[in-house]
């Protein structure tokens, strides 16, 4: 007998057995433990903004932040994810570098590193091999509290498994652009941390413009935007809405989508790994895919695999096989 191939990373996303339990009940439970992982602090955060605001918190540091939360983003969303891992378009080498550096301004990891752990994910989604998949430890709310904790962000320091680039990322290896932003993690992070600080100390003139550009522009914002991407591979993968077949637990969570750029239209993806565009559904609204849009009316960006109308239609949930 012939060894049957290996299968790519988009190709070999698998589902692991349904628990045999009462999916209302399950839902609850799983609905009540998310509010309390991610509402919480949240609202802490929020709480603690109309104490600041006005020497602590200026319009100044939320516009900084703002520009950072977007570019750093966008630059996770389109470039890492869509452009690098998926390959939904081709950039031309100036857009190209521009996706690594400005992903690599998140502090997510570098680009190699990124892009491998999010192929792998794919390769074994929400089974075992995924580095970060909730249901890792079981269905009953404990287990779901520990795999939401470990998926959302303990898997960055405690999956002893490490994702191999030679393995899962080897054409970016090849590519000396990319190495190049790779090797200059480093003083990326600096800039990304110290940038907003130096931008607000000169727009107010005034070394506590600085200090509080700083920490907003600067630490919330890595924060924010580290804990909605997080929430993509935890929360995406416990609640929300099944609208195409998929082999794992994938879901669409409406709530996410603004500020995770359309990235929380994470069911589709997982149905159709490679599409550009993650939100096909009426009323979904999916940012980056505007983004890759215009891009692509700008001549930077080509061969976008848009959504094809009968590869959807046979995707979506109750669809005759």
């Known amino acids: 007998m012939t060894a049957a191939p290996e299968l790519s990373p988009d190709q070999a996303t698998r589902r692991t057995p349904e628990p045999e339990l009462d999916p209302e009940g399950r839902g609850r439970v799983e609905r009540y ?36 939360y977007v570019v750093s983003g966008l630059g996770i969303t389109v470039g890492f994810h869509r452009h690098f891992t998926h390959g939904s378009f081709k950039a031309n080498r100036p857009l190209r570098i521009a996706l690594a550096v400005a992903g690599s301004v998140a502090i997510q990891g570098s680009v190699i590193k990124w892009v491998a752990d999010h192929r792998r994910h794919h390769k074994y989604a929400d089974a075992e091999g995924d580095p970060h998949s909730p249901w890792r430890f079981g269905d009953d ?65 005034s070394l506590w413009g600085a200090v509080t550009a700083f920490f907003w522009a600067g630490l919330v914002r890595v924060a924010l935007l580290h804990h909605v991407t997080w929430s993509i591979n935890s929360i995406c993968h416990t609640i929300g809405e099944e609208n195409f077949e998929v082999r794992d637990r994938s879901r669409n969570v409406w709530w996410l989508a603004i500020p995770s750029f359309g990235e929380s239209w994470h069911n589709l993806h997982h149905a159709d790994p490679t599409c550009a565009r993650h939100g096909v559904l009426k009323g979904q609204i999916d940012i980056s895919a505007r983004v890759i849009w215009m891009f692509e009316k700008l001549g930077w960006a080509s061969k976008v695999r848009w959504p094809n109308t009968q590869r959807l239609a046979a995707k979506r949930v109750g669809a005759e096989s």
Request: without cysteine.
């Open 33 to 68: 433990t998310v509010f309390a992982f991610v509402f919480v602090p949240l609202l802490a955060l929020v709480a603690a903004v109309p104490f600041a605001w006005g020497w602590g918190l200026t319009l100044t540091d939320i516009v900084i932040g703002a520009v950072f």
């Open 141 to 205: 709310w404990r287990s779901v509290a520990k795999g939401l904790y470990y998926a959302h962000m303990a898997w960055l320091y405690l999956d002893e498994e490490k994702t191999s680039p030679k393995r899962f990322a080897p054409d970016l290896l090849k590519d000396d652009d990319i190495r190049r932003v790779d090797r200059l993690f480093g003083p990326i992070v600096l800039f990304s941390l110290l940038g907003p600080a130096l931008i607000g100390g000169l727009a107010t003139m």
